[in-house]
């Protein structure tokens, strides 16, 4: 369920006219429904109750501050992979024992500025990780409090570039080694076991690849907590899908996934705690583009509009299927024609659609891409020296730009010229 629905013709996010947005701030531009977020965080809050959990949000998929904040304050931590998302976490107010820190890259600066302001776990991916941690906090006189992301080996069945827990992917340790590293890490100064970490890939459709994988996790914290190791906490990764069009059968619901946590590992007494990102936010928000030019080539039509793959990466990257929706609602019974929605970059790849069926769209008719809340913005860049696309979050009947565009003179005065040029 999303907030983005025709009401008189116009597509509204939530009570306000796109368009409405649109006149105020140019296109294109991102926009954020906070009923949307709201809902689809409660939506796993109510699926995880009653087991103790906390549901901590992958700030990977949409770091914006705003979204952040209106998150945390109901409830959610925040799963980070750099100093950088750490640092918006607590900008948003998260408390350092709400955030997870992740990812394989962890240096030792990252460690000891987690430390130094608040850490509810590492989740360790390597044993050279695991070294470094100890020394830096055997440093600073603190216990690291740590999980071992373990990889059960286990394919997602996704996408090649968002499948993570395969043994040839570059995430965790082989679950066939947990037990012996587990053994290591509990004879090293500076840190505290607090549980067992896995996560297998992103926009899974399918519960049975994570029903497989937890099925090993309850079996692993059986053998180390007969080993001696307490294990109180289980982090189970993200990765629920979500349906990015209409015409697909949905993924599983939050309910569903829900019950088959309990099933599968609500007997071993452990707090669980989940990292969803996509889920939460990709359907609570959409990028608005505006048409500039309608061209014909020698066998399609293309549409040419103002938002670009720096915008909006993931069809060029993934070949990712985005909804796209006329701002003025078609009327009913209006014929549809095949059309490539292409954006102005000098690159073949700069499309967003091949041969869709749209209404007869002109230059100055504005569509919006659903589902483009999460690795959205985050992933833009300012390739072909485009800005950054301003980012809008709308409540009810108003709105506010929390991310506002850079101006060209703002992007062009960050380089520095060398004295002898």
Same mark, same amino acid.
């Given at each position: %369920?999303?907030h983005? @629905?025709?009401?008189n013709g116009q597509?509204?996010?939530?009570?306000?006219?796109l368009?409405?947005?649109?006149?105020?701030?140019?296109?294109?531009?991102?926009?954020?429904?906070?009923a949307?977020?709201?809902?689809? !965080?409660q939506l796993?809050q109510?699926?995880?109750?009653?087991?103790p959990?906390l549901?901590?949000?992958?700030?990977?998929?949409n770091?914006n501050?705003?979204?952040?904040k209106?998150l +945390?304050n109901l409830?959610?931590?925040?799963?980070?992979v750099s100093?950088?998302?750490?640092?918006?976490?607590?900008?948003?107010?998260?408390k350092?024992?709400?955030?997870?820190?992740?990812?394989? $890259? &962890?240096?030792?600066?990252?460690?000891?500025h987690a430390?130094?302001?608040?850490i509810?776990? !590492?989740?360790?991916?390597?044993?050279?990780? @695991? #070294?470094?941690?100890s020394?830096? +906090?055997s440093? *600073?006189?603190v216990?690291?409090?740590?999980?071992?992301?373990?990889n059960p080996?286990?394919?997602?069945g996704t996408h090649? &570039?968002?499948s993570t827990?395969?043994?040839?992917?570059k995430?965790?340790v082989?679950?066939s080694?947990?037990r012996?590293?587990?053994a290591r890490? +509990?004879?090293?100064?500076?840190?505290?076991?607090v549980g067992?970490?896995?996560?297998?890939?992103?926009?899974l459709?399918? =519960?049975? /690849? !994570?029903?497989?994988?937890?099925?090993?996790?309850a079996?692993?914290v059986?053998? *180390?907590?007969?080993d001696?190791?307490?294990?109180d906490?289980?982090d189970?990764g $993200?990765?629920?899908?979500i349906p990015?069009?209409?015409s697909?059968?949905?993924?599983?619901?939050?309910?569903?996934?829900?019950?088959?946590v &309990?099933?599968?590992?609500?007997?071993?007494g452990? #707090?669980?705690?989940?990292?969803?990102?996509?889920?939460i936010?990709g359907? +609570?928000?959409? *990028?608005v583009t505006e048409?500039?030019?309608?061209?014909?080539?020698?066998?399609r039509?293309?549409?040419?509009v103002?938002a670009?793959?720096?915008?909006l990466?993931r069809?060029? %990257?993934?070949?990712?299927?985005?909804?796209?929706?006329?701002?003025?609602?078609?009327a009913?019974?209006?014929p549809?024609? /095949?059309?490539d929605?292409?954006?102005?970059?000098?690159e073949?790849?700069d499309t967003?659609?091949?041969?869709?069926a749209l /209404?007869? =769209?002109?230059?100055?008719?504005?569509?919006?891409f659903?589902?483009?809340?999460a690795?959205?913005?985050?992933?833009?860049?300012?390739?072909?020296t485009?800005?950054?696309v301003?980012?809008?979050?709308?409540?009810?009947?108003?709105?506010?730009v929390?991310?506002?565009?850079?101006?060209?003179e703002? %992007?062009?005065a960050?380089?520095?010229?060398?004295e002898?040029l």
């Amino acid at each position: %369920m999303d907030h983005f @629905l025709y009401q008189n013709g116009q597509l509204h996010a939530e009570d306000v006219a796109l368009s409405t947005i649109a006149e105020a701030v140019g296109t294109p531009f991102y926009c954020y429904s906070a009923a949307t977020l709201t809902r689809h !965080f409660q939506l796993f809050q109510e699926a995880l109750s009653p087991l103790p959990h906390l549901i901590c949000f992958a700030v990977k998929s949409n770091s914006n501050i705003a979204v952040l904040k209106l998150l +945390a304050n109901l409830g959610a931590g925040m799963d980070v992979v750099s100093m950088g998302e750490y640092m918006r976490a607590k900008a948003a107010g998260v408390k350092g024992e709400h955030i997870v820190f992740s990812g394989v $890259g &962890k240096t030792r600066e990252e460690m000891r500025h987690a430390l130094e302001g608040g850490i509810r776990q !590492f989740n360790v991916e390597s044993e050279p990780e @695991l #070294e470094a941690l100890s020394q830096v +906090a055997s440093a *600073l006189g603190v216990k690291a409090p740590i999980m071992m992301r373990v990889n059960p080996d286990v394919d997602a069945g996704t996408h090649e &570039k968002i499948s993570t827990g395969r043994k040839g992917d570059k995430f965790g340790v082989p679950i066939s080694r947990a037990r012996e590293i587990y053994a290591r890490a +509990a004879t090293m100064p500076g840190l505290q076991i607090v549980g067992v970490d896995m996560h297998i890939g992103s926009q899974l459709t399918d =519960l049975a /690849p !994570f029903e497989a994988a937890y099925t090993k996790m309850a079996e692993l914290v059986g053998v *180390l907590r007969a080993d001696g190791h307490k294990i109180d906490r289980l982090d189970l990764g $993200g990765g629920l899908g979500i349906p990015y069009t209409r015409s697909n059968e949905a993924p599983p619901l939050p309910t569903d996934y829900g019950a088959m946590v &309990k099933r599968v590992l609500g007997h071993l007494g452990c #707090e669980i705690e989940i990292e969803p990102g996509r889920l939460i936010s990709g359907n +609570a928000g959409v *990028l608005v583009t505006e048409v500039i030019y309608r061209k014909t080539g020698e066998d399609r039509e293309f549409l040419i509009v103002d938002a670009a793959m720096n915008d909006l990466i993931r069809p060029a %990257m993934y070949g990712a299927y985005h909804d796209i929706d006329a701002l003025i609602e078609p009327a009913a019974g209006a014929p549809m024609q /095949p059309v490539d929605v292409v954006g102005p970059i000098c690159e073949s790849g700069d499309t967003f659609a091949k041969q869709r069926a749209l /209404p007869a =769209l002109q230059a100055g008719d504005r569509v919006a891409f659903r589902s483009a809340g999460a690795y959205g913005a985050v992933m833009s860049s300012e390739y072909n020296t485009r800005p950054m696309v301003p980012e809008v979050m709308v409540s009810g009947d108003h709105f506010a730009v929390i991310r506002p565009r850079p101006s060209y003179e703002e %992007m062009i005065a960050r380089d520095r010229l060398p004295e002898w040029l």
